[in-house]
C-alpha cells in the first residue's frame, strides 16, 4: 500500500521559516506528480503547490514567492520549504501524489500540524 510519512510541521513565530518532509513508499515516486494540500479550522482543503515528474512546479499565488516544493526521487521524499511564515498560514499540511495519468490526487498522507503565531 501507498504509505506518506510527514514531518515537519511545529509551532513558528510570523516572519519564521520552515521546511515540511514527505517520505513516500509503496509507489513509483518518480513517476507521480507530488503535491502539497493544507486545511485550516472551518476552512476548504485548498492547494498549495506541485511538482511533477519532469520537474514542473506550481504554486497558489498567496505563497509565491515564499514557499518552495521540491524532490528527492533517490530518497522518495518530496519537501516544501516555506520561508516569510504568516499567520494565515496556519493550516495542517498533507503530502498527496497524482498518478500517472491521472486526473486526481489519489494518495494523502496523514498531515502535519503547522501553526504561525502573531
Request: some cysteine; proline content about 3%; aromatic content about 12%.
Amino acid at each position: 500500500q501507498v504509505q506518506f510519512v510527514e514531518t515537519g510541521g511545529e509551532l513558528v513565530q510570523a516572519g519564521g521559516s520552515l521546511r515540511l518532509s514527505c517520505a513516500a513508499s509503496g509507489l513509483i515516486f518518480s513517476l507521480h506528480t507530488m503535491g502539497w494540500f493544507r486545511q485550516a479550522p472551518g476552512k476548504e482543503r485548498e492547494f498549495v503547490a506541485s511538482i511533477g515528474w519532469n520537474g514542473g512546479t506550481l504554486y497558489v499565488d498567496s505563497v509565491k514567492d515564499r514557499f518552495t516544493i521540491s524532490r528527492d526521487n533517490a530518497k522518495n521524499t518530496v519537501y516544501l520549504r516555506m520561508n516569510s511564515l504568516k499567520p494565515e498560514d496556519t493550516a495542517v499540511y498533507y503530502c498527496a501524489a497524482r498518478r500517472p495519468s491521472g486526473q486526481d490526487y489519489m494518495y494523502w498522507g496523514q498531515g502535519t500540524q503547522v501553526t504561525v503565531s502573531s
